[in-house]
């Protein structure tokens, strides 16, 4: 009896984290198809309009480019140095080490705010470089560097390092054996922290915010349009766009982190 009542308890815990967690993205699905520019029930009508509105947009567009872009190129150069300091940290011994994996995990508790002013300090004052999409990608390659190191040291983590030894007898160097085997066993955790990379660059606001030039990233230029009450719907509807591919892709990753580790 005391069993399953633990089990209820904890079910029903579960279940109202998660309405707490996706009842806004429910919502906000919700809201893009109102036939109305007021979010608010109850609703007028059902319409596209919004969606039709959005795809007319040039600057929302242009914006959306640029994340794309930024995601992209940023998400790839966090992939390569993540797993670079992965093999460091797992098949090295080397002084300082704990002290390298202190500081890589820093940006993932340091807050995004004071990430973002201490980059805008060393672009602006330090550098004297001009903001662009390319100071907004380094910082993106900042936060992105550690959650790539935990997803492809968790893989590298399951090796034997007999296998490594293995093809170095075989004729393989160090490296040879890390491109040849290590890094296609490990294809997976790699796609998967490449994934969940560009998904945080995508989403990334407030270090963003401090950082970019006149090409707006879509997070930054989707909060400048909340002050116009007539462009709020068509934010609306593309931040359900957003939210729906965001999980998507989480979800993706996951499956593919998992299948790695099933290996």
Do not use: C
């Not at 995004?112 to 004297?128: E, K, M, P």
């Not at 998967?192 to 970019?212: G, N, P, Q, R």
């Amino acid at each position: 009896m005391e069993l399953r009542n633990r089990f209820s308890l904890g079910s029903l815990y579960y279940w109202l984290v998660a309405l707490f967690l996706y009842l806004p993205i429910l919502l906000l699905i919700v809201f893009s198809f109102n036939d109305s520019t007021n979010l608010r029930f109850p609703l007028t009508g059902f319409t596209l309009r919004w969606y039709q509105e959005l795809f007319g947009a040039g600057e929302l567009l242009k914006s959306l480019w640029n994340s794309i872009w930024v995601g992209l190129w940023s998400s790839l150069a966090a992939t390569v140095l993540g797993t670079m300091a992965a093999i460091a940290i797992n098949r090295f011994e080397f002084p300082g080490k704990n002290i390298f994996i202190g500081i890589s995990a820093l940006p993932l508790v340091i807050p995004s705010v004071v990430i973002g002013v201490a980059l805008l300090i060393l672009y602006r004052q330090v550098f004297d470089v001009e903001l662009s999409l390319l100071t907004v990608g380094l910082g993106h390659v900042v936060i992105n560097i550690p959650i790539v190191l935990l997803i492809v040291s968790s893989r590298l983590a399951g090796f034997p390092a007999n296998m490594e030894e293995a093809a170095m007898d075989l004729g393989a160097s160090f490296w040879g054996a890390q491109l040849q085997v290590i890094l296609p066993m490990s294809l997976p955790a790699l796609v998967a922290a490449f994934l969940t990379a560009f998904t945080t660059s995508f989403d990334e606001y407030a270090m963003s915010v401090f950082v970019v030039g006149t090409n707006a990233t879509l997070p930054v230029y989707m909060y400048s349009q909340l002050r116009f009450p007539r462009r709020i719907p068509i934010v609306v509807a593309l931040g359900a766009l957003i939210m729906v591919g965001s999980v998507v892709m989480i979800f993706v990753s996951e499956r593919l982190r998992r299948a790695g580790e099933a290996k």
